[in-house]
């Protein structure tokens, strides 16, 4: 199980609403390799919700199995799925999810500090991130004093800091205008061209097409899994 960062077995999700039964997955089997760029993508209520949730460790199925970087992850407990958020997983949502009243490098060190790494390292991490993302001028701006996609790119430096196994990003240019999408796209994409696995869940094709792959839901299985011939190009 080296190369697979994510392997999914029947992964299946039921929700209970009164007497009804929603059943959101039905079995999904999905593997993502180590430096894939993946989008995931289909209608409202296809399931790419709570599989973005489960991928994230935050949520747990009710059947089947789902390994991240190696470890069977699918039967741990609350707290143990919380160390795992920590360590392996980076999250980019539509909302930013910044704290108002911190720098974009405080931001940033937030991971760091509930890993219990020194404020000397928590700083020298934050900053090669900041800078990685091109924002090594903007440390000391709060989210007020930043345009929404610097704010987006903190919260993709934060993402990064852990050097985490996989990036899940949901929606992440929901919130953004044409041309900021495209940076942040751009990006993801030169932060997949160094190594890093992403997964993307969103609805918009011109977005889907920076990644090199699609993996399309519908009512809770998995309806179409392809190459995209040339990514980023919509």
Known sequence: MSEAVIRTGSLTKDYELGA??????????????????????????????????????????????????????????????????????????????LLPRASALHNVELPLIYAGVSAKERQRRAMEKLRQVGLGDRVGHRPSELSGGQRQRVAIARSLVNNPALLLADEPTGNLDSETSREIMELLRDLNAQGQTILLVTHERDIAAYARRQVHLRDGHIERDFVVEEAGVA
């Not at 209608?43 to 069977?72: F, H, I, V």
């Open 20 to 97: 009804e039964t929603i059943h959101a997955l039905r079995g999904v089997d999905l593997e993502v390799e180590r430096g894939e760029f993946v989008a995931v993508m289909g209608p409202s209520g296809s399931g790419k919700s709570t599989l973005m949730n489960l991928l994230g460790c935050l949520d747990t199925p009710t059947a089947g199995e789902y390994w991240l970087n190696g470890q069977l992850v699918s039967q741990l407990s609350d707290d143990e799925l919380a160390r795992i958020r920590n360590r392996e997983i980076g999250f980019v949502f539509q909302t930013f999810n």
